[in-house]
């Protein structure tokens, strides 16, 4: 059984929920990093045996196979497979999971995988009536950048919780405090700005055409335990989740490329 090798990973900076990458369409995000991929390795995008790509909402401009439609649009071959995965928030994950789990099965050669969100772009959604036209009633609206929505009712209510309130009970559970929890946020800033600009990134950088950030735009300088303890928690009264301590919600695409032993021509980045 073959290993399986990254030969390149490239990825946007991230773009702020509203912010710079808004006005482009998710497709089009995953389609720059798949282009990217395929230029600075020099393969052939035809020698792609399959595109994975996760993808968490899939709700408006992202539905139907974005693997496939970002592929198109990066001006690969027809001939050139896709299939869009969705664990949620590991979807990206579970893409170069199955990438790599086809390449050693000897499925595969090369493997683009990565994922794609705009989270700025997700759509309002409706739910149609079961009849047409009805008399009475109004129906229900709902906003799908995050989170669940139109859940089965059969399901227990604590297993659809929001992610807030999942966040909230993971820490009453772990036992982890407001201050750790700010602490951790805090340090993270302050390694992702160092990062930024020691260049720690530089190398897999690739910048949307139109929409280009000289770095992450979620990153909060100056952010202090001092600063985040003001906040109010959101989710809970007397809970410890607030915004300055939460995952931000963003916009951007990455990908990597996957080969086995020696089927591209160049060094493997890790194995």
């Known amino acids: 059984m073959t290993g399986t090798y990254i030969y390149d990973a490239v ?15 998710p497709d089009d995000l995953a389609a720059v990093v798949m282009r990217a991929s395929v230029e600075r390795s020099g393969v052939d995008p035809a020698r792609i045996d399959d595109v994975i790509f996760g993808d968490a909402n899939q709700a408006g401009e992202d539905n139907r196979n974005i693997a496939r439609m970002g592929a198109l649009l990066a001006g690969f071959p027809t001939a050139v497979t896709g299939v869009t995965v969705n664990r949620l ?6 893409a170069v999971v199955q990438g790599s789990r086809a ?17 700025s772009r997700a759509p309002y959604v409706v739910e ?20 669940w929505r139109m859940t089965n009712k059969a399901l227990p209510s604590p297993w659809t919780i929001s992610n807030g309130e999942a966040a909230e009970k993971a820490a009453r559970v772990a036992g982890i405090s407001r201050e750790e929890q700010d602490e ?31 770095r992450d735009e979620g990153i909060r300088d100056g952010s202090t335990v001092e600063k985040l303890g003001g906040l109010r928690a959101l989710f809970a009264e007397g809970g410890t989740v607030t915004a300055g301590n939460s995952s931000s ?10 080969g086995a032993e020696g089927a591209i021509d160049r060094e493997p980045l890790a194995r």
């Open 11 to 25: 990825r946007t900076p991230f773009g702020r929920g509203g912010g710079a990458l808004a006005g482009v369409r």
């Open 89 to 94: 928030c590991a979807s990206s994950v579970e």
């Open 103 to 119: 390449i050693e099965a000897g499925d595969a050669q090369v493997i683009l995988a990565g994922g794609v969100e705009s989270m």
């Open 128 to 147: 149609k009536s079961a009849k047409p036209f009805p008399a009475t009633g109004n129906q229900t609206m709902w906003n799908t950048a995050i989170g």
């Open 184 to 214: 951790f946020a805090v340090r993270s800033h302050e390694l992702a700005a160092r990062a930024w600009a020691e260049g720690v990134y530089d190398e897999e950088i690739v910048q949307v055409p139109g929409a280009e950030l000289l």
């Open 249 to 258: 919600i963003n916009d951007g695409a990455s990908a990597v490329l996957l």
